[in-house]
């Protein structure tokens, strides 16, 4: 049987069900070839330059990797040509990217966390881009960056699709159009992604825990409660052992859950509280909850569902507690009470 590439699995996904428009599996592609070629300069490394600070700094006030730059650079110039696109929003940029008038103008706007983990790329760890499609509203206003902010501030329900890539040994593009979630693999050789997994499911309960402990005097009392009944034990209130994982790249951490179940944290704590949290509702929160939502698991701030939040600008912040959906209720649950 002929393998089944990303183009293939859209084109069948759109004949067969008519719930991928020709523009927006035009948009996917463009997007996964724009992940090749971000796979290909991290797997250069050393050899083309790229490790290392840029010597700038994004609109979040974090240094600039060389990488996050190169890599904001290709999603751009990738996308911008292909008329399936009405606007772009990137973690890196302070406003929205319009379409430049020499190109067509789509139905659809596009954001994205280019480099996801950016910590990671000079000790050579996974690293991954999480992006999120979203339709363009019809009265939306794109005469300017300034004006076209307004027409990105959609629920995260409102995502038509969402995936990221994960750059590790493998190259892989996961990847959700609102019926479940769908893995590929880049074949280096036939520079492709091929389908090598339908139908990802998130076992409802697990044994791993990902959370960066440094912050724990900072927590919230929910969140001190639940690590401590998880790291207690057999002996404590929950019955059994946990293992603690952190990569500290959302994409490591959210693809493991993907694989094997988990729940991932990054709690509202008391140094982040004028912030509204770690995590980019936009670029990370919502993309990563939408797919983890369509793999049966569940997203929450701790106090409300991340796909249902209002947003109110472009680079807002939330807590994000998501994965397996027994652990998830539990420790939502904590702050309920």
């Known amino acids: 049987m002929a393998q089944r590439t990303l183009a293939r699995y859209l084109t069948e996904e759109h004949r067969n069900k008519g719930r991928i428009p020709a523009n927006l599996k035009f948009l996917i592609e463009v997007v996964a070839r724009a992940c090749q070629a971000i796979s290909i300069a991290i797997g250069k490394g050393g050899l083309g330059g790229v490790l290392g600070e840029a010597g700038s700094d994004n609109i979040q006030g974090e240094a600039q990797k060389k990488l996050d730059v190169l890599s904001n650079e290709i999603l751009l110039e990738a996308n911008e040509w292909g008329g399936h696109l009405a606007a772009m929003a990137s973690e890196e940029m302070d406003l929205p990217h319009l379409v430049p008038h020499r190109f067509p103008k789509g139905e659809y706007l596009l954001t994205f966390d280019p480099l996801d983990g950016s910590s990671n790329i000079d000790v050579n760890v996974s690293i991954g881009t999480i992006f999120s499609v979203l339709k363009c509203p019809d009265n939306a206003d794109l005469s300017t960056p300034e004006a076209a902010e307004q027409a990105f501030l959609q629920p995260g329900t409102a995502q038509v699709a969402a995936g990221y890539a994960v750059y590790g040994p493998t190259t892989l593009l996961v990847l959700s159009v609102g019926d479940g979630v769908v893995v590929f693999t880049l074949d280096r050789e036939q520079g492709q992604f091929v389908l090598t997994q339908e139908n990802v499911q998130i076992p409802a309960d697990t044994k791993e825990f990902a959370i960066n402990m440094s912050n724990q005097r900072f927590w919230e009392a929910p969140v001190q409660r639940y690590v401590a009944e998880m790291v ?27 694989t094997r179940g988990g729940i991932f944290m990054y709690p509202m704590d008391s140094k982040m509280q004028a912030q509204g949290g770690k995590l980019r509702l936009m670029y990370e929160a919502n993309p990563m909850a939408f797919l983890i939502e369509q793999a049966g698991g569940r997203a929450t701030t701790g106090r409300r569902r991340i796909l249902d939040i209002a947003p109110e600008k472009l680079h807002q912040r ?19 009470n």
């Open 232 to 258: 207690a034990g057999k002996g404590g209130p929950l019955g059994k052992d946990y293992n603690m994982r952190w990569v500290a790249s959302m994409v490591a951490d959210v693809h493991r859950i993907m």
């Open 318 to 336: 939330v807590p994000v507690i998501l994965g397996s959906r027994n652990e998830v209720d539990r420790v939502t649950g904590y702050h309920d």
